[in-house]
């Protein structure tokens, strides 16, 4: 299921579309770029429920 989700952010939200571009342009292999997706995906979306807050675009546009 997070593999979907991470598939289409690839594809629809810019921030996690850069990260993915750059790790794969830095030579990571796609499926290795797309588990780093995920695993920004999910520390964000714990840390908005944690905090309590809604989505924000501020909390991908440049993840580590």
């Not at 990260?19 to 797309?34: E, I, M, S, T």
């Not at 999910?42 to 989505?55: D, F, I, P, Q, T």
Request: net charge positive; glycine share 4%; hydrophobic share 45%.
């Amino acid at each position: 299921m997070t593999r979907m989700a991470s598939m289409s952010a690839i594809q629809h939200n810019p921030g996690i579309k850069a990260f993915y571009q750059r790790l794969v342009a830095a030579g990571k292999h796609k499926k290795v770029a797309l588990v780093a997706c995920m695993c920004t995906m999910m520390c964000v979306l714990n840390a908005m429920l944690r905090e309590g807050k809604s989505w924000d675009e501020k909390y991908v546009q440049n993840p580590a």
